[in-house]
């Protein structure tokens, strides 16, 4: 609806209280900064810092000062780690560079030494990535942070019978959460609005919880578990109603009674144990709110949220101190020390921290965790994408889907839960899907085509179960290009990439396309390899579309014609010298799978 969109438009970037009354660590800046140019970019590298959440660079030509390098995400500059390449910069101009460190997103440290670079200017000049794989490493467990999780459009839409583009919308919101389990091995999901008006839980007798137990009983019949994010307000409890998000008014009010808040909560929570069990509900996450510090999902201060945080877990608790509750469910990384901070001054529990983060990889808040003594706590991204706009090109991209590669390296083995925002593009808050390719976040559209983020994670999947050691040099090596390496019994499967952040480029850059070779020492030049690969015009749903002359919606031969052109596709690679060369794009990702003949 326009008015949903206007209002979200004017009021998605103010962030809530940002007063603190803790002080952040005055961290070190980073040392070791080197920058290197090369075709069409800049590498700068560091090494970490202690505290650090993440790091902010700053670049400067010869005679200006140094700002922070804008990637164009839409979100926050900060990045979670080294090495990082700039491919904003314009070739053939000398620049410096400088690294500070983040202790959190609203602030940043000292600037580090400054160094610089320049980037080269093409000419005529085939940029090598050499990739070398120890195929005979014992290796390390793989870590999959897109199992655990996937996120939702409201859950009631699954009993929805309405239409959008022809197709029933409950019905292929399941099939998509049923895709996500059965192909991705996703095992919750997470979305918005189990308190909202049309799940009616509140009645002029006391609670009513029917229509939650459909949605759930759909949700556990897929395989999959919920996470209960507890919200928004129902009207019966909101100390202002008129207080709203999205098309179908959300209300975003604290409530006019924080005991009958509680008493809700628990209420819920001991219906679900007496209805499915405490051995099932206690695989489940308990997440307080969503993105309170927006003023767009929160009418109340920081104090008042901390105050519903308090109630909110002692409700759930009351329950079964086993059950586990969290938070504070914000946008870009904002209120993690905040929430960490209130709980260590009064006790209340945090076993989850979750956040969200759109547009680079998820920062570093085991940091945070520290830093107020809640080290054992989970890290759950409960929220994360290439963007945080509605409707925006760039969902429908295969730039997004190879974003979604980089993001999940980075985040493996220091986050529990990378949670993809949203598994269908059935997502209507600023209103249904008005066209087919619109832009949604969904890793599949409406009618159940694969975008290429879902042909990313399905990649990824293909990934055996022991990580193998993997070397880059060259220009671009480890920033631009990345590999992920693993082995199975009789396989090895290598994934490598080219991708940078700045979303200027989501359309491709010539000047970025790496020629790499792939040697993996030990391996007989014999085995059969077989290579996937994920491009512009291949598993690229949107070209398809533009070649089938596809209008608002497809017809039904295009539909059938959709699914075909848009699948990846598998062909045989050919050894040279006992090494794998190939092309790789910018962005494009590639699969090699290696296996005896």
Same mark, same amino acid.
């Given at each position: 609806?326009?008015?949903?969109?206007?209002?979200?438009?004017?009021?998605?970037?103010?962030?809530?209280?940002?007063?603190?009354?803790?002080?952040?660590?005055?961290?070190?800046?980073?040392?070791?900064?080197?920058?290197?140019?090369?075709?069409?970019?800049?590498?700068?590298?560091?090494?970490?810092?202690?505290?650090?959440?993440?790091?902010?660079?700053?670049?400067?030509?010869?005679?200006?000062?140094?700002?922070?390098?804008?990637?164009?995400?839409?979100?926050?500059?900060?990045?979670?780690?080294?090495?990082?390449?700039?491919?904003?910069?314009?070739?053939?101009?000398?620049?410096?560079?400088?690294?500070?460190?983040?202790?959190?997103?609203?602030?940043?440290?000292?600037?580090?030494?400054?160094?610089?670079?320049?980037?080269?200017?093409?000419?005529?000049?085939?940029?090598?990535?050499?990739?070398?794989?120890?195929?005979?490493?014992?290796?390390?467990?793989?870590?999959?942070?897109?199992?655990?999780?996937?996120?939702?459009?409201?859950?009631?839409?699954?009993?929805?019978?309405?239409?959008?583009?022809?197709?029933?919308?409950?019905?292929?919101?399941?099939?998509?959460?049923?895709?996500?389990?059965?192909?991705?091995?996703?095992?919750?999901?997470?979305?918005?609005?189990?308190?909202?008006?049309?799940?009616?839980?509140?009645?002029?007798?006391?609670?009513?919880?029917?229509?939650?137990?459909?949605?759930?009983?759909?949700?556990?019949?897929?395989?999959?578990?919920?996470?209960?994010?507890?919200?928004?307000?129902?009207?019966?409890?909101?100390?202002?109603?008129?207080?709203?998000?999205?098309?179908?008014?959300?209300?975003?009010?604290?409530?006019?009674?924080?005991?009958?808040?509680?008493?809700?909560?628990?209420?819920?929570?001991?219906?679900?144990?007496?209805?499915?069990?405490?051995?099932?509900?206690?695989?489940?996450?308990?997440?307080?709110?969503?993105?309170?510090?927006?003023?767009?999902?929160?009418?109340?201060?920081?104090?008042?949220?901390?105050?519903?945080?308090?109630?909110?877990?002692?409700?759930?608790?009351?329950?079964?101190?086993?059950?586990?509750?969290?938070?504070?469910?914000?946008?870009?990384?904002?209120?993690?020390?905040?929430?960490?901070?209130?709980?260590?001054?009064?006790?209340?529990?945090?076993?989850?921290?979750?956040?969200?983060?759109?547009?680079?990889?998820?920062?570093?808040?085991?940091?945070?965790?520290?830093?107020?003594?809640?080290?054992?706590?989970?890290?759950?991204?409960?929220?994360?994408?290439?963007?945080?706009?509605?409707?925006?090109?760039?969902?429908?991209?295969?730039?997004?889907?190879?974003?979604?590669?980089? $993001?999940?390296?980075? %985040? &493996?083995?220091?986050?529990?839960?990378?949670?993809? +925002?949203?598994?269908? =593009?059935?997502?209507? *808050? /600023?209103?249904?899907?008005?066209?087919?390719?619109?832009?949604?976040?969904?890793?599949?559209?409406?009618?159940?085509?694969?975008?290429?983020?879902?042909?990313?994670?399905?990649?990824?999947?293909?990934?055996?179960?022991?990580?193998?050691?993997?070397?880059?040099?060259?220009?671009?090596?480890?920033?631009?290009?990345?590999?992920?390496?693993?082995?199975?019994?009789?396989?090895?499967?290598?994934?490598?990439?080219?991708?940078?952040?700045?979303?200027?480029?989501?359309?491709?850059?010539?000047?970025?396309?790496?020629?790499?070779?792939?040697?993996?020492?030990?391996?007989?030049?014999?085995?059969?390899?077989?290579?996937?690969?994920?491009?512009?015009?291949? $598993?690229?749903?949107? %070209? &398809?579309?533009?070649?089938?002359?596809?209008?608002? +919606?497809?017809?039904? =031969?295009?539909?059938? *014609? /959709?699914?075909?052109?848009?699948?990846?596709?598998?062909?045989?690679?050919?050894?040279?010298?006992?090494?794998?060369?190939?092309?790789?794009?910018?962005?494009?990702?590639?699969?090699?799978?290696?296996?005896?003949?």
């Amino acid at each position: 609806m326009p008015d949903a969109r206007a209002d979200w438009d004017a009021r998605i970037t103010i962030r809530s209280d940002e007063t603190r009354e803790f002080d952040f660590p005055d961290l070190d800046p980073p040392k070791d900064v080197h920058a290197v140019g090369g075709v069409g970019q800049v590498t700068i590298d560091w090494s970490p810092v202690d505290g650090a959440v993440g790091y902010l660079i700053l670049r400067a030509t010869e005679d200006g000062p140094l700002e922070p390098v804008d990637h164009h995400s839409g979100d926050i500059l900060a990045v979670a780690g080294p090495p990082y390449v700039d491919t904003t910069c314009t070739p053939g101009t000398p620049y410096r560079y400088a690294v500070a460190s983040v202790p959190e997103v609203t602030a940043s440290g000292r600037a580090s030494e400054v160094v610089g670079a320049i980037p080269l200017v093409a000419d005529g000049i085939d940029p090598v990535v050499t990739v070398t794989v120890d195929a005979v490493a014992e290796g390390t467990e793989l870590q999959r942070p897109w199992v655990p999780m996937v996120g939702s459009e409201r859950l009631s839409q699954l009993l929805c019978k309405d239409l959008t583009g022809g197709r029933e919308i409950g019905a292929e919101l399941e099939q998509a959460l049923r895709r996500m389990h059965d192909e991705l091995g996703v095992r919750t999901v997470r979305a918005h609005a189990i308190f909202h008006d049309d799940t009616h839980v509140i009645t002029d007798t006391g609670y009513d919880f029917s229509v939650v137990d459909q949605i759930y009983d759909k949700v556990l019949e897929i395989g999959l578990r919920p996470v209960v994010e507890l919200g928004f307000m129902p009207r019966e409890l909101a100390a202002d109603p008129t207080k709203t998000v999205f098309a179908y008014g959300a209300i975003i009010s604290p409530p006019k009674s924080y005991e009958q808040w509680g008493t809700l909560v628990q209420a819920l929570v001991q219906h679900l144990v007496d209805r499915y069990g405490p051995d099932e509900v206690l695989g489940w996450d308990f997440e307080v709110w969503n993105e309170a510090n927006l003023s767009v999902f929160w009418s109340g201060t920081k104090s008042e949220w901390l105050r519903l945080y308090d109630v909110t877990a002692a409700a759930v608790k009351a329950v079964d101190p086993r059950l586990a509750v969290g938070g504070p469910s914000s946008a870009a990384a904002g209120w993690v020390d905040d929430l960490l901070a209130h709980a260590a001054s009064t006790g209340s529990p945090v076993d989850f921290v979750s956040t969200h983060l759109y547009g680079s990889a998820p920062l570093d808040v085991r940091a945070s965790l520290e830093r107020h003594g809640f080290g054992a706590a989970r890290i759950l991204w409960t929220e994360w994408g290439v963007t945080p706009r509605h409707f925006n090109p760039i969902n429908d991209s295969v730039f997004a889907g190879v974003f979604v590669l980089r $993001g999940m390296r980075s %985040a &493996a083995g220091r986050v529990d839960a990378l949670s993809y +925002w949203v598994a269908s =593009d059935h997502f209507e *808050e /600023l209103g249904r899907p008005p066209s087919f390719l619109h832009g949604g976040f969904g890793l599949q559209t409406v009618g159940g085509l694969s975008k290429p983020r879902y042909h990313a994670l399905a990649l990824l999947n293909r990934l055996g179960p022991v990580e193998l050691p993997v070397t880059l040099t060259g220009d671009g090596a480890g920033s631009l290009v990345e590999a992920w390496a693993t082995r199975d019994r009789d396989r090895i499967a290598v994934l490598l990439w080219n991708l940078t952040l700045d979303q200027t480029k989501a359309d491709g850059s010539a000047d970025l396309t790496r020629t790499v070779k792939l040697s993996l020492p030990g391996v007989d030049p014999h085995w059969r390899v077989t290579a996937t690969q994920l491009a512009n015009g291949t $598993g690229d749903l949107v %070209a &398809a579309a533009q070649e089938l002359g596809v209008g608002d +919606w497809p017809t039904d =031969d295009q539909w059938r *014609e /959709l699914a075909e052109r848009s699948q990846l596709v598998r062909s045989s690679l050919e050894w040279r010298d006992s090494t794998l060369e190939l092309t790789l794009p910018m962005p494009s990702a590639i699969l090699l799978e290696i296996q005896p003949t």
